[in-house]
């Protein structure tokens, strides 16, 4: 039984769909968690000196509070965008939730949805005019699954899909 099956099985109404980040972006929030923890470590260490000096100044509190801030609420932004970043499909909503953000859109007023072999992405339309549309990065194997739920929930919704030399077709027309 897959992670996606294991969620069905909890709540059938809801699906869940894991973000699918980049190398690069991995690095980043890994760096910035390691800077978070150095910034916090870093400022216990200059505060563990002031402690033992002149403690009635007002601007070293003042300065103390907000490194300690900074770096916590960098290290609590990042952790969550690891481990909360997802696409959630509940019976009449499509929520994309990056970390502590959540867009909910309604699935109603989905169109279309295009797969993109090429460049491996799903792009989710709200108008005939392709206009109004957001990118779903999951795994290429679960898109069949998230069309397939997304689809079951709005049997109007169009389903298109383009090759990798379809895809290079166009980017070769619009140079």
Known sequence: MTDLESEGAKRPDIQKFPFKFTNLMLGLCILGIVLSAAGIALTSWQFIGFLGGDISSVYEWMKYILLYLVSILLGVLLVAML??????????????????????????????????????????????????????????????????????????????????EEEEEVKKKKK
């Open 83 to 164: 481990f909360r970043s997802q696409y959630v499909l509940t019976q009449d909503k499509l929520i994309m939730q990056f970390g502590l953000i959540k867009q909910k859109y309604d699935i109603a007023k989905i169109r279309s949805v295009h797969l993109f072999h090429g460049a491996k992405k799903l792009a989710v339309y709200f108008d005939d005019f392709k206009s109004d549309y957001i990118m779903i990065l999951i795994k290429e194997a679960w898109h069949s699954e998230f069309i397939a739920a997304l689809t079951a929930r709005n049997e109007r919704i169009a389903v298109s899909f383009s090759t990798p």
